[in-house]
């Protein structure tokens, strides 16, 4: 049985969802926006994996939950709506992140 316990799945997503936002932050600052929360999930696509989550503080899904999951968020009263402009150079900014070399492997 190959089984694997991580200290806390939910701390490392928080800490990848804060990345995502301060990644994210010059491109707010260029459209004069205020760059909003980055919300932490935990997706789980091993249809056969087990989960057993000891009180997780943030949501937990399948991959099969997640389009119902976005669909019936409940946005904050406050939260912005992101202008067409803005939204592209987010998509267009992660997209090249993606694209990029990762430097911790890079130099292997």
Do not use: C
């Not at 932490?40 to 696509?45: C, D, N, P, Y």
């Not at 943030?58 to 939204?87: G, M």
């Amino acid at each position: 049985m190959n089984r694997r316990e991580i200290a806390s799945l939910s701390k490392q997503a928080k800490r990848n969802a804060m990345a995502i936002r301060n990644t994210l932050a010059p491109i707010f600052n260029e459209h004069n926006a205020k760059i909003p929360f980055v919300n932490a999930l935990l997706v789980f696509t091993n249809r056969n994996g087990r989960l057993n989550m000891k009180r997780p503080t943030i949501p937990v899904l399948r991959s099969a939950e997640v389009v119902r999951f976005i669909r019936n968020y409940q946005w904050p009263k406050n939260h912005p709506v992101a202008s067409p402009e803005l939204t592209r150079a987010m998509v267009h900014h992660l997209h090249l992140l993606q694209q990029a070399p990762d430097k911790s492997t890079a130099s292997r």
